[in-house]
């Protein structure tokens, strides 16, 4: 049952995960780096092909801008995958200064409306579902603007774009904490996103970055108070020691993974309603090694929560045996899972090991040859 249920799992990756990247000090250059959308999604359709998990990716626009997005969607079916959700850029253009959709000047306000509508275009012509709106927006010094001032702008926007959406198409809203605004963030955290998402409706959702929270908090219970509200509408998945460090799934806390996944499991998130999207910054690490490793990440979270005895649970619960029912959670947490996902993949025609699998198909040497002239795609290309 539980290898069922593995293999309907569906983990997304972004396309700006396979240019360069880095942080705000440096971008360190890597060899067989694409240099156009297009070859973005062949490094993607390659991490599919060894995890057999991973058949959508994500766009960024105006990162992956093109004249024929239509060619575009269907370049990605000839590879094996689709595009993904569809992720707006208000943040680079030095209009976005003071903001974008809550700036006080009404002609930026427009413009980044535009883009956002700009957006949802892509998604008609690409088959994508899915818009995700990330705002940058805020102040960096008391007074500078009106807070509650700053909500209506945004919520004026959202109301826009919410009516724009057409049938099985939605938005998800993500939240930051802080940066690039240091005083006040128009989108701080999942009680504001929420907000407006519940009074617009069904088709706006919230989407939570594991990265976008202070020291301590408790992810999985916004995860499983969004599941029990029908707002929890995705993820993005990364890791972080400090802030929104964007390292690889679980390579900082792993046990925190599993128990947000337990609780996508027990909320009734595992399915087609929750996006399972990869968010990361691969600043030193190789491209699509570390998109593997994320996904194989992802996949053995979701397999140990898979095992949580949910009825032994229950019963220490309502015994009110604390540690029985901590017990339980560890056992599913301490189970080597890799042999089942071995024997899962070889079930279904895969190598048992998608890394290695990688490393002796030969496809970086092939791409390192071919792409060696030309400009590589990173942030803002």
Known sequence: MIKDLLRGQHIETPSWAYGNS?????????????????????????VHAFTGVAPTVALHIPWDRVDDYPGLAAHAAELGVRIGAINSNVFQDDDYRLGSVTHPDPAVRRKALGHLLDCVDVMDQTGSDTLKL???????????????????????????????????QRFLLEYKLFEP????????????????CLRLGDKAQVVVDTGHHAPGVNIE????????????????????????????????DPFQLFRIMYEVVRGGGYGPGVAFMLDQCHNIEPKIPGQIRSVMNVQEATAKALLVDRDALA????????????AVLMDAYNTDVRPLLAELREE???????????????????????RADGAQAGWGA
């Not at 008391?142 to 919410?162: C, F, K, N, S, T």
């Not at 605004?181 to 407006?196: E, K, L, N, Q, R």
């Not at 499983?224 to 900082?252: I, P, Q, T, V, W």
């Not at 025609?349 to 496809?363: C, E, F, K, V």
Request: aromatic letters at 14%.
């Open 181 to 196: 605004a240091f005083y006040t963030t128009d989108v701080p955290d999942w009680g504001t996103a929420y907000a407006h």
């Open 134 to 168: 990330w705002f940058s927006d805020g102040t960096n010094y008391p007074g500078q603007d009106d807070i509650r001032a700053r909500q209506d702008r945004l919520a004026e926007a959202l109301q826009a774009v919410y009516e724009r959406l057409g049938e099985g």
């Open 22 to 46: 880095g942080t705000r000090f440096k971008v360190f250059a890597q060899p067989g780096v694409p240099r156009d959308p297009y070859e973005k999604i062949a490094d993607a359709a390659r």
């Open 348 to 370: 279904t025609g895969l190598d048992p090991d998608p890394m290695a699998a990688y490393a002796r198909s030969g496809y970086f040497e092939k791409i390192c040859a071919e």
């Open 221 to 252: 219970f916004i995860v499983a108070f969004l599941l029990r509200e029908g707002k929890l509408g995705g993820f993005d998945f990364n890791s972080r020691f400090y802030a929104d460090d964007d390292l690889m799934a679980g390579a900082a």
């Open 315 to 326: 019963a220490a619960q309502r015994a009110g045996d604390v540690l029985g029912a901590n």
